[in-house]
């Protein structure tokens, strides 16, 4: 363990039809490792409200749980991604967040996302307006240190590679479950690195 960096507050986004408590690993896991972990619950967490309002409810904790010249780590989980990047792109979280991660998130859009005609699921199908608007502008996240992780064998985000983006690093895991990309060893053990990476000079695109 890297124990010379300097360790940001780090928050944990969940999904959709989740709750903090998913996180229950991967917080003890960092905790033990010397970050200061935090997460909080959307509500509602069922996809009935759009993605950019459960963004509001991030910020709006952001601004509650930190000073505002703290600086935080961000890792959004599935939908959580979204949510993050809705934060960091149109909310002011650029100018605060120094690594950002993401875990299985649509950035492209699911088609499982067709299941349900319900506001959230809307945002998170391909084409949708809200993924259109934050891929206009995605170079902005080469201001911070922004990695996207995924698994191939993905059957909640189809398909899979949409967690792919063009800014950024790119972590392919051979984790077999999507839930299992917050459990996993090896989604753990990345997770860790990347938190520990050196914050790059930011690159005002």
Known sequence: ????????????IHGIWDTSTIFHKMSAYLTQRGWSVHSLDLTPNDGSLELDLLAKQLAEYIRESFEPEQPIDLVGYSMGGIVSRYYVQRLGGIDRVQRFITLSSPHRGTLTAYSLPLPGYL????????????????????????????????????????????????????????????????????????LESPILPKNWV
């Open 1 to 12: 363990m890297n124990t010379s960096i300097e360790r940001n507050p780090v928050v944990l």
């Open 123 to 194: 945002d998170m199908r391909p084409d949708s307006r809200l993924l259109r608007d934050l891929n206009q502008d995605v170079t902005v996240l080469k201001r911070i240190n922004f990695t996207s992780m995924w698994t191939p064998f993905d059957v909640m985000i189809v398909p899979a590679n949409s967690s792919q983006m063009p800014v950024g690093r790119e972590i392919k895991l051979n984790v077999l479950l999507h839930r299992q990309m917050v459990t996993d060893d090896r989604s753990l053990n990345a997770l860790a690195k990347e």
